[in-house]
């Protein structure tokens, strides 16, 4: 198992934003990303990625289990056909969160992410998008996490196993994710 990372911006088109959208932002609230938006993605071997010019091969299923998570999907069902000449059917399922000792709400991403000297020297933030996702035996095999960074151009890291994804993979998952594509059941 390899972990890779990428980092994600997002490009928003304010030029056609509504008169909520802007209010909403000012006031600190996280804007959904529109159609209208990119999203691009910078993996570590330096490829540039914009995700309205991907589409995977493999048909991933989202479904949602839990109420209080309304950005990500509670489950992500897809047939790992990536590195060998079977069909094996994968399930991650989202890592619920920690309570600190203040009683917050928390994930820790720091197994996941420990090799990225990016992740370990950036300022992280609260956001509903930040997401861990584990295998069956609670490995962590994907994650996504928000940069403190401007809100016009949010900037966020993801992690994934390498030995699961490939970048199209990772590219049809965070715009679906970020889009709220996922059509979760």
Same mark, same amino acid.
């Given at each position: 198992? @390899?972990?890779?990372?990428?980092?994600?911006? +997002?490009?928003?088109?304010?030029?056609?934003?509504? *008169?909520?959208? @802007?209010?909403?932002?000012?006031?600190?609230?996280?804007?959904? *990303?529109?159609? %209208?938006?990119?999203?691009?993605?910078?993996? !570590?071997?330096?490829?540039? &990625?914009?995700?309205?010019?991907? #589409? #995977?091969?493999?048909?991933?299923? $989202?479904?949602? =289990?839990?109420? /209080?998570?309304?950005?990500?999907? =509670?489950? +992500?069902?897809?047939?790992?056909?990536?590195?060998?000449?079977? !069909?094996?059917?994968?399930?991650?399922?989202? %890592?619920?969160? /920690?309570?600190? #000792?203040?009683?917050?709400?928390?994930?820790?991403?720091?197994?996941?992410?420990?090799?990225?000297?990016?992740?370990? =020297?950036?300022?992280?933030?609260?956001? #509903?998008?930040? &997401?861990?996702?584990? !295998?069956?035996? %609670? *490995?962590?095999?994907?994650?996504?996490?928000?940069?403190?960074?401007?809100?016009?151009?949010?900037? $966020?890291?993801?992690?994934? !196993?390498?030995?699961?994804?490939?970048k199209v993979d990772i590219m049809y998952l965070v715009d679906s994710m970020f889009k709220n594509l996922?059509?979760?059941?």
């Open positions: 198992m @390899t972990i890779t990372y990428a980092e994600i911006t +997002i490009i928003r088109n304010v030029n056609q934003e509504t *008169v909520f959208e @802007t209010m909403s932002r000012y006031f600190g609230y996280e804007p959904y *990303v529109s159609s %209208k938006d990119d999203i691009i993605l910078l993996f !570590d071997d330096t490829t540039i &990625c914009n995700t309205k010019e991907c #589409s #995977s091969n493999r048909k991933f299923i $989202f479904t949602n =289990h839990n109420e /209080h998570i309304k950005s990500v999907p =509670h489950t +992500i069902l897809f047939t790992n056909s990536k590195k060998s000449n079977c !069909d094996i059917n994968i399930t991650l399922t989202y %890592k619920k969160s /920690h309570l600190d #000792s203040l009683g917050q709400a928390y994930l820790n991403f720091n197994p996941i992410f420990k090799n990225s000297v990016k992740y370990n =020297h950036a300022n992280k933030t609260a956001s #509903s998008f930040n &997401c861990i996702y584990v !295998d069956p035996a %609670k *490995v962590q095999k994907l994650a996504i996490v928000k940069l403190k960074s401007n809100e016009e151009k949010p900037r $966020f890291m993801v992690a994934y !196993d390498d030995a699961l994804f490939e996922c059509g979760c059941v």
